[in-house]
């Protein structure tokens, strides 16, 4: 079953800005109420690269690693499926979804990863 | 304030340094900037150890207080600080407020890391402990793909090309050549690295758009200084040469919430706060040594110090400003890039290599002529942490 995105941002009830990840103050105002808000639709591309000489804890030959920006604002970093040789380019919109990005002992981790659409 | 002097230098050569442990190089090191100032069985007041991954690394903690017992230094005050690969510069600071405020007179400061005992996996895990641990560590993010994703931006917002980034490469490698402390001790050809079909595997994409030879080694090493008062110095040995200003700013940790990703701000505020402090101007600075764990790097902190304009670093180093002779020599030890990086020492490595340029000791493939002012970035996390010091050669 399709498990939801599972990042919640934080929008600043004074201001307006949105912060993800969490902080206890508004990076703008210094507000300290915030509403959660889920990333909405798809994720627009803003940089990303493929690292070859990967930490511990990843056993493959390389790891496609992007910034997005969902259609609500929202920013964040995921892993991107896309082929070593994919045409992969900044401003592509990609396909999220909540998945396993790593084993750590033994247990799944999951994050954001990301589908050319 | 009183002005600080450093009185004394020492560095061991970096590298893979296996016959040594983290406490030995600590030790080397400080023996050499002791004996340099001339201190002989004098003790100090204090002493800053700046350091990243010791308790990772190695499964030691309380490094400073071990190094104070080991050098027969005690009862000197002893402490560690740990701020990524910006502890030594934190260091530094630490050492330069304790004798600027009156508190102590002699203050020694080291920085040292041994990061070569542990496999390419570990370590580069190591270094990515400070990233978000949510936000970006669980993706398998690196320091190297952090400045992959940060160069695509910068080459498509400023035009910088390969060609800028190996112009970097070849200027730092070839001065890590003459540096007898260097890790890399070994100049490129232009060829093997770009032009030749071989390059494929001889400068094979580590985080693309970055190539091998665009990041810096893991390396071993340690260096140190020792402080004191300027009004405390007589007659001294070797020109003094004082840290005329600092400065210290902080940035997002994650470069997604950064307004403008490709805008290094703590690398200007901090160059900002040390020239104000210094009462100097980016071009009253004869030499340099920047953050180039990555070759990107040395171009965009060129223009955030105010070397150049946002857009012309790249070209300043293709047209070779940046080399000894050109309009601002930058890294003439080679840099993070040749002379190595062992992350806790490379603070304290910076200054220790303008001192040697404001002395005038250095042979002259290397020394910038009557070089009178020096600047050092020592760039912590992904440019989250960054400390910038201006130093000054004093005749007395």
Redesign the interface.
């Known amino acids: 079953m399709k498990k939801p995105i599972g990042i919640v941002a934080y929008k600043c009830k004074k201001c307006g800005r949105l912060h993800y990840p969490w902080h206890d103050r508004c990076l703008a105002c210094k507000n300290r109420e915030f509403d959660p808000i889920s990333p909405q639709g798809k994720a627009r591309l803003l940089t990303f690269t493929r690292i070859y000489n990967l930490p511990w804890g990843f056993d493959q030959r390389y790891l496609t690693i992007g910034v997005v920006e969902f259609e609500n604002g929202v920013r964040a970093m995921g892993q991107i499926d896309a082929d070593e040789n994919y045409p992969l380019k900044v401003g592509d919109w990609l396909q999220p979804s909540w998945d396993t990005v790593r084993v750590q002992y033994g247990e799944n981790v999951y994050g954001l990863k990301l589908t050319p659409a | 304030m009183r002005d600080v002097a450093v009185i004394g230098v020492g560095m061991i050569p970096f590298g893979r340094r296996d016959e040594d442990t983290l406490l030995d190089m600590l030790a080397y090191a400080s023996l050499h900037a002791l004996d340099d100032a001339g201190l002989g069985d004098q003790g100090v007041d204090a002493v800053y150890v700046g350091n990243m991954g010791a308790g990772i690394l190695q499964h030691q903690t309380a490094i400073a207080s071990s190094l104070v017992d080991r050098l027969s230094l005690l009862p000197a005050a002893a402490e560690t600080v740990e701020n990524g690969p910006a502890s030594g510069g934190s260091a530094v600071k630490n050492g330069l407020l304790a004798v600027a405020s009156g508190y102590y007179d002699t203050v020694l400061v080291v920085g040292g890391e041994k990061m070569r005992e542990v496999?390419?996996?570990?370590a580069?895990?190591f270094v990515?402990t400070m990233t978000?641990p949510?936000?970006?560590y669980?993706?398998?993010?690196?320091l190297?793909?952090l400045a992959?994703?940060?160069t695509?931006?910068y080459m498509?917002k400023y035009g910088i090309t390969r060609e800028h980034l190996i112009a970097v490469a070849m200027k730092n490698q070839e001065m890590g050549a003459l540096n007898p402390y260097a890790h890399v001790e070994m100049a490129l050809s232009r060829e093997g690295i770009y032009d030749s079909p071989h390059s494929i595997v001889n400068n094979?994409?580590?985080?693309?758009?970055?190539h091998l030879y665009d990041a810096c080694p893991v390396s071993d090493g340690a260096a140190a200084l020792v402080l004191c008062p300027l009004e405390k110095i007589k007659k001294p040995a070797k020109p003094p040469v004082v840290i005329a200003g600092f400065g210290q700013a902080t940035d997002?940790q994650?470069?997604?919430?950064r307004e403008d990703?490709t805008d290094l701000k703590a690398v200007t505020l901090a160059a900002q706060q040390a020239f104000e402090m210094a009462k100097l101007k980016p071009s009253d600075i004869h030499v340099a040594e920047l953050h180039d764990a990555f070759t990107i790097l040395e171009i965009a902190e060129s223009e955030h110090v105010g070397f150049f304009k946002k857009g012309e670093g790249g070209k300043a180093a293709l047209m070779g400003k940046t080399r000894l002779g050109g309009t601002i020599p930058i890294n003439m030890s080679g840099g993070l890039k040749a002379r190595g990086h062992p992350v806790g020492a490379t603070g304290v490595a910076q200054v220790v290599d303008i001192v040697h340029q404001l002395r005038h000791e250095l042979p002259k493939e290397r020394q910038v002529k009557n070089a009178q002012n020096g600047l050092t970035i020592n760039f912590g996390g992904f440019g989250n942490n960054v400390l910038a010091f201006v130093l000054r050669r004093v005749e007395l």
């Not at chain 2, 496999?119 to 570990?122: K, P, Q, S, V």
């Not at chain 2, 094979?204 to 970055?210: F, G, I, S, W, Y």
């Open positions: 496999t390419g996996w570990r580069t895990d990515a978000h949510l936000a970006e669980i993706y398998g993010i690196t190297p793909g992959g994703m940060f695509r931006l498509e094979p994409v580590v985080a693309d758009p970055l997002t994650t470069l997604q919430e990703p």
